[in-house]
């Protein structure tokens, strides 16, 4: 389809010639969700090819998966539990030398 054409749908919107508001926010919605699939299709793809998952057998590829998916949830949990406490830590430091 080119840019700018829209293409009607049913026999009202072809007879008015318009679409109401809700056609309107429901082909946007439409829009912007497969945006976001094909946002995460291309994620994935470059996680792929960075990984060189696409060379490797099927089990092989699934202990790839593994191994990341598992190196990324202690790196968030590591991130979660520790970075609160230090930054806790860095502004009682530095509220000490301002009051000082």
Known sequence: MERGVVRMTN???V???YRTNFQKQRLMA????????DSFYWFYFQYLLLSCCVDLEPWEQI???VF?????TM???TAY??????LRLAFRFFLQLLVK
């Open 75 to 77: 790196l968030v949990f």
């Open 81 to 86: 539990v520790f970075i609160p406490i230090h």
């Open 63 to 65: 202990v790839i998966h």
């Open 68 to 72: 990341t998916a598992t190196s990324i």
């Open 15 to 17: 007879i008015t010639g």
């Open 30 to 37: 439409m829009k912007t969700a497969k945006r976001v699939k």
């Open 11 to 13: 026999l009202h919107e």
